[in-house]
């Protein structure tokens, strides 16, 4: 299953009418999706490495897209953003029992889709920059022997 096109639809959802790709600049590359809620602690925890991880990987081979999960209004949610200097664009969903990338039995719950647009992973519960970073070159080495 490609889910290239449910990460175009949130993202034009968020940034309107651009096509996606100009404006995350994720065609082609890993995408980190993390499910996440501001009141959720491990969430916090693990902003700072994904920033990390999105700043440093973010014009060569991956991005990170957050999607809050929880009802917030707007302003609050803004402002939870801003507090936290989060660099990486942040999507909106209501919670459902299963998003078009699987079920999130927990948040934080992370996915990360390969750059021909396939899930090939899901994290529930916090990730590091580190993981991230170890799993894709695993991944990539798969896909590219020698």
């Given at each position: 299953m490609r889910l290239t096109g449910h990460i175009r639809q949130a993202v034009i959802?968020?940034?309107?009418?651009?096509?996606?790709?100009?404006?995350?600049?994720?065609?082609?590359?890993?995408?980190?999706?993390?499910?996440?809620?501001?009141?959720?602690?491990?969430?916090?925890?693990e902003i700072p490495d994904l920033i990390d991880f999105?700043?440093?990987?973010?014009?060569s081979d991956a991005v990170?897209?957050?999607?809050?999960?929880?009802?917030?209004?707007t302003e609050q949610l803004t402002a939870f953003v801003d507090s936290f200097l989060i660099s990486y664009p942040v999507l909106r969903s209501e919670p459902l029992a299963a998003t078009p990338l699987g079920t999130v039995p927990g948040l934080p719950t992370t996915f990360i889709i390969?750059?021909?647009?396939?899930?090939?992973?899901?994290?529930?519960g916090p990730v590091t920059r580190k993981q991230l970073e170890d799993y894709i070159e695993k991944k990539q080495k798969q896909r590219n022997p020698g």
């Open positions: 959802h968020r940034f309107g009418d651009s096509c996606a790709c100009q404006e995350t600049n994720c065609c082609g590359k890993w995408v980190v999706v993390n499910y996440w809620a501001t009141w959720c602690p491990p969430c916090q925890e999105h700043d440093q990987h973010k014009d990170v897209l957050g999607v809050n999960f929880e009802d917030i209004g390969d750059p021909d647009g396939i899930p090939v992973a899901r994290q529930v």
